[in-house]
C-alpha cells in the first residue's frame, strides 16, 4: 500500500508540472518586461515630449524647455532605462552557463558600445548643424541604436515580439525624422513612449497567468 505522502504523480499533474516549469524558464530566459520594455517607455515619453514643447509643430515653443534641458532629460532618461535593462539581462544570465550566458553577455556589452559610440558620433556631428537639425540628429540616431538592438535581440533569442518591437522602433524612428523635429518628437513620445508602456505591462500581465 503507498502512502499518501508518497503518492505518485497523475500523468495529468505530470504534464502540469513540466509546462509549469517550462513556462517559468522560458520567463526567466526573456527577461522581465517591467525592466526590459517599460523603462524605455517612460524614458522617451518624457525625453521627446520635452522635445515636441520645444519645438513645437509649427517651429514655435509650447514652452520654456531649450533643447539643451530637453536633451538632458531624454539622455538621463535613457542611461536610467539602460541601467535597469542592463540588470535584467544579468539577472537572466545568473546560473546559465555555457553558449545562453555567452550570448546574454555580449547582447548587454553590444547596448553599451551602440549607445557610447552613437553619442560620440552626436557630439561630433550636431556642433556643425541648426539646432532643430542637431537634436533631430540626437534622437533620430539614439533610437535606431535602440530599434536595431531590439531587432537582434529578437533574432538572438528568438522571440519574434521583441522582434517586431525594434521594426516598430525603426519604422516610426524613419517617419519622425522626415517629417521633421517637432513631429518626430511627438510620434516617439506617443507611439513608442506610451506604446512600449502599454505593451511591457500587457506582456507582464501574460507572463503572470
Known sequence: MVDDGERVPSPEETLRLIEEQRSATVRRFR?????????????WLIGFTCFFLHYGLDGRPYAPISQTQALAVLMISMVIAGSLAAYEITRMNMGVRGESSARGT??????FAGMAVMSIIAIRVSPMLPEAEAGLLWS???????????MAGG???????????GVGVIAVNGLGVLLGPGWHALLTAVLLGFGQIVVGLWWRRRQCR
Open 31 to 43: 527577461g522581465d518586461p517591467l525592466f526590459l520594455y517599460v523603462p524605455w517607455g517612460v524614458a
Open 106 to 111: 555580449m547582447y548587454g556589452y553590444t547596448w
Open 140 to 150: 533620430g540616431v539614439s533610437m535606431l541604436v535602440v530599434g536595431v538592438m531590439y
Open 155 to 165: 533574432a538572438i533569442f528568438l522571440y519574434w515580439p521583441m522582434f517586431f518591437v
